[in-house]
């Protein structure tokens, strides 16, 4: 297969591979977030996101994660030279990391799955970010094929970190005074009614 054709699927697939990254941190939130909810509602809640997590874990973030690598592997087989760039080793070092977020998010989804809670939405909040500054590194040495400055890069991604970490805290701040939990019992409130009135 042509090369190009193979850096093409790989680019593909690391694509879905993080789209899956970011997405099951979502459902993690929300799965955590269910647990302060009263019956049924969280019963029916954290039932529909584990059957979620589990389509978007096995059919799309695992295939991606496995095809994105083959590809990879691939790519580095048929051009050897990539070896040579210092860039690609500050780059698979990123990769590595990635892998290890992976299955950190593999051990939290079985946790979840068996209904143990460990970490709070916060915490995850902020464990789902770490995937984004991956990212963020992984992109610019690939573009920039550079690391003769990585480690001005580095210092950017932490700042880039600390920027995202303020963030999470602004927005948790947000929607504590907007009370989404106040306001989600009085629709469930009035849907109780409704029910009582056509009974």
């Known amino acids: ?112 799955q068996h209904n143990i809670i460990k970490y709070s939405a916060f915490k995850l909040r902020i464990w789902n970010e770490v995937s984004t500054i991956i990212l963020f590194a992984v992109v610019f040495l690939v573009t920039l094929k550079s690391a003769i400055n990585w480690i001005w890069g580095v210092v950017g991604i932490i700042l880039f970190g600390v920027l995202l970490m303020l963030g999470i805290r602004l927005y948790k701040k947000i929607r504590e005074k907007k009370t989404w939990e106040k306001a989600e019992k009085e629709v469930l409130q009035e849907i109780k009614n409704d029910k009582k009135l056509n009974s």
């Open 1 to 112: 297969m042509d090369f190009l054709y193979i850096k093409a699927l790989h680019i593909i697939f690391v694509v879905t591979w993080f789209a899956g990254l970011f997405y099951i941190i979502r459902l993690f939130i929300y799965h955590v977030e269910a647990e302060k909810k009263s019956e049924p509602a969280k019963e029916i809640l954290q039932t529909q996101y584990k059957l979620m997590s589990k389509r978007l874990w096995y059919i799309i973030t695992w295939p991606s994660a496995i095809l994105a690598s083959v590809f990879g592997i691939w790519m580095l087989v048929k051009n050897p030279y990539y070896f040579e760039m210092p860039w690609m080793h500050v780059k698979l070092t990123f990769v590595l990391a990635l892998y290890f977020y992976h299955y950190s998010c593999q051990r939290i989804y079985s946790q979840l």
